[in-house]
Structures are given as C-alpha cells and as structure tokens.
C-alpha cells in the first residue's frame, strides 16, 4: 500500500504523505500543498477535512461505534458516573480510586461562583434563551477568574479545569432557575456531582429535595452520552478560539454559542417544538414526512440526520431505550414519544430518508426525558451544554498541549476585482 498520494496539475506531479490514525483512517497531509502548487483545497462545512489529530473520541460513522479514550459508549452508560467520563476524557484514562476522591473533592470545593455574578444574572430579562444567558454567565467567569493559565504548568490546567467543571452547573441551574423565578441557590456537598445538578435545578425554598434515582440515572447516561463528539460544530469552535490563545472559559463560552444553533445542540428543543406542533395539529405525521421531502419547503425533520452517522447513532438508540424506561418508572404516558416513534417508523421505511441515510440523531429521543424530568424545553441544549463540558475542555488541552497553530482557513474570493472610485 502507497503512503503518499499523487496529485497532478499543470503537467507536474506532487507527492502528498498519508497520515494514519489508529482506526485506519487515512489522511491526506496537504500542509505544503499551497507552497507547491499554488492551489488551496474548497470544502465549505469542512466535510472532508480533518483539522487535527486526536486521541480522545473515535467515531465510525459508517458503523455507528462512539467511543471515549477506546471505551465503548454502551459500556460507559451502563457502567459509569459521569463525573468519572468527564476524568477520563479529560485526563486519558479512568480515574482510580484516590483520583476520584481528589477529583471530586476538589470540584466540590470550588463549587461557589462570585455572588455579583447575581447581578449580571439579573439584568437579563426573564424571557432572555438561557443559552445566550449561560454563554454570557461562562465569558463572565473570566472577569472574576482573571489569574492567566499556563498551559504548560499542570497545577495552572487542572485548577483552570477544576473550577470550570465547579462552577459551570452552578451557573446552568441558575439559568433555569431564573425561568422558573426561583431563589439562587448552591450544591450540597453531601451529594454527588449528578445529584448537585438534579438539586440545583429543581430544589424549592421551603421544602427538602432528594433527587430520586430515576432522575438521577436519566440525567447521568444522558450526560455521558453527549460529552463528546469529537470534531462537531461547538467541538471545532472551542478549538478554533483556543488556538488564538484565548483562555478556556472565553473558548467554551463561544462552544456554548455554537452549540445553541438549531442544526447543532439547539435541535433537542426544535424537536420537541416539532412533536408539539404535529400533536396540535392532530397528530398527522405524513403530512409533516411530506413537508420534510418537499424542497420549496424549508422544513426538516428536527432530530434526523447526521453529518458524520450514515448508518445509525448509537446514541438514539440508548435515549430510545432510556425514554421508554424513564417514563414507564416515572408513570407517564406521554403522546409526543408515540408521534416521535410513529415518524421514525416511516422515515425508516421511506426511500426519501433510506437514500440519503437519514436516521433518528441523538437529539431525537432526548428532550422527551428532559420533559418527563420536568426540564422546560428551551433549557434542553443546556442540559447539552452540561454534558458536552468535559469534551470541550478535553479538546481544548489536547489542541493547546500539541500546541497546535492558529486556525485561519483561506478562501476562493469571489467578490469584485480591483474597481475605481
Ligand atoms: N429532514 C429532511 N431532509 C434532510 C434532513 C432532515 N432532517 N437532513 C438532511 N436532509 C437532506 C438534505 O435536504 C439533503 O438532501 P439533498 O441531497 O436532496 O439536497 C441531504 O439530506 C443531505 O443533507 P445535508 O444538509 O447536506 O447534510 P449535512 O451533513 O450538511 O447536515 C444535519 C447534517 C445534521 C445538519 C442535517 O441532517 C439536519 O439539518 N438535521 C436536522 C437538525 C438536527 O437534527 N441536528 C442535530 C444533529 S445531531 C446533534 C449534534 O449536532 O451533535
């Protein structure tokens, strides 16, 4: 098998080295291809193009395998916390069991934030997207975190990366609790980093809260299975803004932006939006099939999709199976999963969606157990936002300790030549 690739042009030919990864995946290295031909490459969504190397997330698209470090995504729901995926990510492998305790206690003892951060808080108004309001809450962190981070002192990462893990669900559940118009409150030490989030979020002033184990386990594989995915959207953008050197908290707020797109994290609550307005509509999911096929109509099929998943996402398969379990243990009966199920059913069977491997994504099951948790739906990509955290951040040191260069793509201009006044 070659290991270079031959490209020609003009008459001339270029060798161009293969890189390979451990999966096999192979690569064209085209760094010098500019300086010796003149030629950039065009892929605008960057659908052929692998912009670094990395050993935390292996995805086969092809195959529908998603695993952590080398660790299954299946194994990783049923066997671990999420605050372990998060070390594991982060750091490379799973924590033993003195790691966990530091890691842990430490969190816990930054899990305070600033109370002016209250006032910015605040001055948002009540109907502000509480993923504007988390983005701006993270960027905020930076004016009352000012120390700077030396990337290659480990005691500046891990305390940078600490008080992130610390403090960001402080700030998530203040969003949500802003909705709900509820007294700002903190973690109880006494309770897992899971459990804090369910807490945060839902306890009330004036009566004692213990998260069940229902919610508890609902929130927790849901956490795992969206915290990371390795060169997605939000992924690349905290990238991109940390290979200007700017500082972690600048980098995931602007992942936090990204994320919120409705093409992105911002689908689990386009999804919910969708199954409520077929349910109003009289529940007629054909006629919606239709709309999603018709290309004068710029409706999609919310949750169906992927750019990278041609086969199926393993992650809708856990959600599909966790939603069935979470609204059976919890009693509900809730008719949105049965219109949800009924338009799988026929994107399954329909030449529109098999040609183009269209298949049910992560987000298509999810915001119904946020719903049955009783999570309002514009706080879904938050609860996104709280999974994806850790693979921000493990992309973010990974991309600053290969001290990687400054992501700046060129372009094909298009605009006018040189004119006169
Ligand atoms: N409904 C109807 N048609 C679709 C859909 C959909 N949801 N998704 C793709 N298509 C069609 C699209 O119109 C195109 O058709 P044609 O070849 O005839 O022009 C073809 O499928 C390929 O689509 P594409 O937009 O070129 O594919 P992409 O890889 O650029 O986009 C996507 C991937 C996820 C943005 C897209 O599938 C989509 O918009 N899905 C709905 C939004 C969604 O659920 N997003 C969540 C993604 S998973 C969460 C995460 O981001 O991590």
């Known amino acids: 098998m070659s290991d270079s690739v031959k490209l020609s042009y003009n008459d001339q030919t270029f060798d161009f080295p293969l890189v390979e990864g451990t999966e096999n995946e192979k690569g064209i290295d085209i760094k010098t291809l500019r300086a010796a031909t003149g030629l950039i490459t065009y892929d605008p969504g960057f659908k052929n193009t692998g912009s670094c190397k990395s050993g935390v997330t292996f995805l086969d698209g092809e195959e529908g395998v998603l695993r952590y470090r080398g660790y299954s995504i299946e ?250 379990e979470v609204l059976s243990e919890m009693g509900i009966n809730d008719p949105i999963l049965d219109i949800a199920k009924g338009l799988e059913q026929e994107a399954l069977s329909d030449p529109y969606f098999i040609d183009r491997k269209l298949y049910p994504n992560v987000d298509f099951y999810s915001g119904i157990i946020y719903r049955a948790l009783g999570i309002p739906t514009e706080m879904f990509t938050v609860m996104f936002a709280l999974g994806r955290l850790p693979g921000w951040i493990a992309q973010w040191l990974e991309m600053r300790k290969n001290n990687e260069p400054i992501g700046r793509p060129r372009q094909i201009y298009t605009g006018h030549t040189r004119r006169s006044l």
Not at 82 to 95: H, S, T
Not at 174 to 181: A, C, E, L, S, V
Not at 186 to 194: C, D, E, F, P, Q
Not at 248 to 259: M, Q
């Open 75 to 324: 194994d990783l729901c049923e066997k671990s916390s999420f605050i372990d995926v998060a070390f594991l990510l982060i750091f490379g492998e799973l924590p033993t069991k003195e790691e966990q305790e530091l890691f842990n206690k430490e969190i816990k003892n930054d899990s305070l934030v600033d109370e002016d951060l209250k006032m910015i808080l605040k001055s948002f108004p009540k109907s502000a997207h509480p993923m504007g309001v988390l983005s701006s809450l993270t960027s905020a962190l930076i004016a009352f975190n000012p120390s700077s981070v030396d990337v290659d002192s480990e005691a500046d990462m891990r305390e940078a990366i600490i008080m992130l893990m610390a403090k960001f669900p402080i700030l998530a559940s203040w969003t949500h609790r802003k909705i709900k118009g509820l007294p700002l409150n903190y973690a109880n030490l006494s309770l897992s980093y899971v459990e804090n989030i369910a807490h945060m979020m839902f306890k009330r002033p004036n009566e004692d809260y213990t998260p069940s184990p229902v919610v508890v386990n609902a929130i927790n594989k849901l956490l795992i299975l969206h915290a990371d995915h390795e060169q997605n959207c939000s992924t690349s953008t905290v990238r991109v803004v940390g290979s200007s050197h700017a500082g972690l908290f600048a980098s995931v707020s602007a992942g936090i932006s990204a994320l919120w797109g409705p093409l992105h994290g911002g689908a689990n609550q386009a999804v919910i939006e969708m199954l409520e307005a077929i349910q109003k509509d009289g529940g007629d999911t054909k006629k919606y099939m239709a709309k999603a096929k018709d290309k004068n109509d710029p409706f999609r099929l919310m949750g169906f999709g992927h750019r990278v998943y041609k086969n199926f996402d393993p992650r809708a398969r856990i959600i599909k199976k966790a939603a069935d």
